[in-house]
């Protein structure tokens, strides 16, 4: 079993930035793929960013690219998201997600099989 814990969410002004961190407690850790995927009120849960297993290759959201960047530190079971440029609309809980070992890296979260409790950000404009 993988928990994942978030940090780093809370309000901050449009035009701000805020770190997300994501603590991961099993040593499978450094195998997956890991994702970051945000819900705002009323709307489905979706993609943002993700890394694979060896931090080689990432992805992001057409609404993100540019202002986000996703990194791991393997040696401290750890998945970051650096956000700048934030906007309003960049306002959801953002929840950190991570694969089983060796798996694809993909957008749907379906394919995320451990999920962390999610952190609050919140883009005053």
């Known amino acids: 079993q993988v928990q994942l814990v978030e940090s780093g969410g809370g309000l901050v002004q449009a035009g701000g930035s805020l770190r997300l961190s994501c603590a991961a407690s099993a040593r499978t850790f450094s195998s997956s793929t890991m994702g970051w995927f945000r819900q705002a009120p009323g709307k489905e849960r979706e993609f943002v960013s993700a890394?694979?297993?060896?931090?080689?290759?990432?992805y992001y959201a057409d609404s993100v690219k540019g202002r986000f960047t996703i990194s791991r530190d393997n040696a401290k079971n750890t998945v970051y998201l650096q956000m700048n440029s934030l906007k309003p609309e960049d306002t959801a809980v953002y929840y950190c997600?991570?694969?089983?070992?060796?798996?694809?890296?993909?957008?749907?979260?379906?394919?995320?099989?451990?999920w962390g409790q999610g952190t609050q950000v919140t883009v005053s404009s």
């Open positions: 997600a991570a694969t089983g070992p060796y798996t694809a890296v993909g957008v749907t979260s379906a394919l995320y099989k451990y």
């Open positions: 890394i694979t297993w060896s931090g080689g290759s990432t």
